[in-house]
C-alpha cells in the first residue's frame, strides 16, 4: 500500500491532468454540470456492479471513474468561482468532525460516549438537523430521483433514527398480511387504481420487514434479477442446441430445463454480508 506522501502526490497529479484536459481537450472543455450528469449516474451504477460481484479490480476501476466526475465538478465549479475541491474536502471534514462528536469532541466540551451503531446512527440523524445548511426536517435530503426502492427503504431508516419503529421487528409481519388482505380485496373490485396503491403497500412493508432483518432489499432484488436471467438464458441455450425456439415449448417442458439449470447452480452466490 502507499504512504500518504504517495496518496497525496497521486491526487495532486490528478488535478493537474483535469486542468489539463479541460484546457486542451475539445470534448472536456465543453462539459457543463448538466451534461455529464447522466455519465455520472451511469459511473455510480457501474461501481454498484463491482462493488456487489466484489470484483476488487473492477472496483478500483470504477472508483476512479467516479472520482474523476468528482473533480470534473469541483474544476467547473472553480471556473465559476464558487468552489473548488478544496472546500469540497474541507465542507465533508467538517461535516464529519461535527456529526462524530464522540470521536471529535467539540471544543471545551467532554467527550460523548455513544458505544453503539444504532446509537451513532441516531445522534447522526440528530444533528443533521442542526446544522446550518443542514435538512429542517427527519425525511428533508432524500434525494427525489433515487430508485423507489432505495428511497423507501432511506424513509423507514430516517424514521427508525427518530425511534418511529416497530416495538418488536415481528410484528412487521401482521403489517405485511394486512397489506396483501387490502390488496387482495381491491383486487377482487376491479379497482385497478386502488389496488396499484395497495401493492406499493405490500412493497413498502416487504422492504420495512427487509430492513428490520439486517437485508439491504435493493442487493436482495438484485440478486434475484441476476439468478432470474443466468437461468432463463440456460433455458434459451438448451432449446436453440435442440434447434427449438422458445416460443415452440410448452410450460412443462421449459419448467423441465428451469429446473435443471437449479440443479446446476446457473446462478451467482453472493456473500452473505451483501443481502
Known amino acids: 500500500m502507499h504512504s500518504k506522501e504517495e496518496k497525496l502526490e497521486a491526487f495532486g497529479r490528478l488535478l493537474d ?21 447522466s455519465n455520472t449516474i451511469e459511473e455510480t451504477y457501474e461501481l454498484c456492479d463491482a462493488l456487489l460481484h466484489r470484483d476488487s479490480k473492477n472496483i478500483c476501476k470504477e472508483l476512479g471513474d467516479v472520482l474523476l466526475h468528482i473533480v470534473f465538478y469541483a474544476k467547473i465549479g472553480s471556473e465559476d468561482g464558487n468552489f473548488d475541491i478544496a472546500d469540497v474536502c474541507n465542507q465533508l471534514c467538517d461535516k464529519l ?31 443533521k438537523t442542526m446544522e446550518k445548511d443542514g435538512n429542517k426536517t427527519v425525511l428533508g435530503g432524500i434525494p427525489e430521483a433515487l430508485p423507489s426502492l432505495i428511497k423507501a427503504y432511506r424513509i423507514q431508516d430516517k424514521a427508525r433514527g427518530v425511534g418511529f419503529d416497530w416495538e418488536e421487528r415481528s410484528q412487521v409481519w401482521d403489517k405485511v398480511k394486512e397489506e396483501i388482505q387490502e ?32 437485508i439491504n432489499p435493493d442487493n436482495a432484488l438484485e440478486c434475484t434479477n441476476q439468478k432470474f436471467t443466468q437461468r432463463f438464458n440456460y433455458l434459451e441455450e438448451q432449446t436453440l442446441k435442440k434447434g427449438i425456439q422458445l416460443k415452440d415449448l410448452t410450460l412443462s417442458q421449459m419448467n423441465e430445463i428451469w429446473e435443471e439449470a437449479k440443479r446446476k447452480g446457473q446462478h451467482k452466490s453472493y456473500n452473505k454480508q451483501q443481502a
Not at 491532468?17 to 462539459?31: A, F, G, I, N, S
Not at 468532525?97 to 445522534?123: A, W, Y
Not at 381491491?186 to 432483518?213: C, H, P, V
Request: aromatic share 12%.
Open 17 to 37: 491532468v483535469m486542468d489539463t484536459l479541460r484546457e486542451k481537450c475539445p470534448w472536456d472543455h465543453k462539459q457543463t454540470y448538466e451534461s455529464l450528469r
Open 97 to 127: 468532525i461535527f456529526r462524530h462528536p464522540h470521536v471529535f469532541p467539540p471544543q471545551g466540551e467532554e467527550k460523548i460516549e455513544v458505544s453503539t451503531v444504532e446509537g451513532v446512527t441516531k445522534q447522526w440523524e440528530q444533528l
Open 183 to 214: 390488496f387482495e380485496a381491491e383486487i377482487e373490485k376491479q379497482d385497478i387504481e386502488k389496488a396499484t396503491q395497495e401493492f406499493g403497500d405490500i412493497l413498502f412493508s416487504f422492504i420495512n420487514a427487509a430492513r428490520l432483518y439486517h
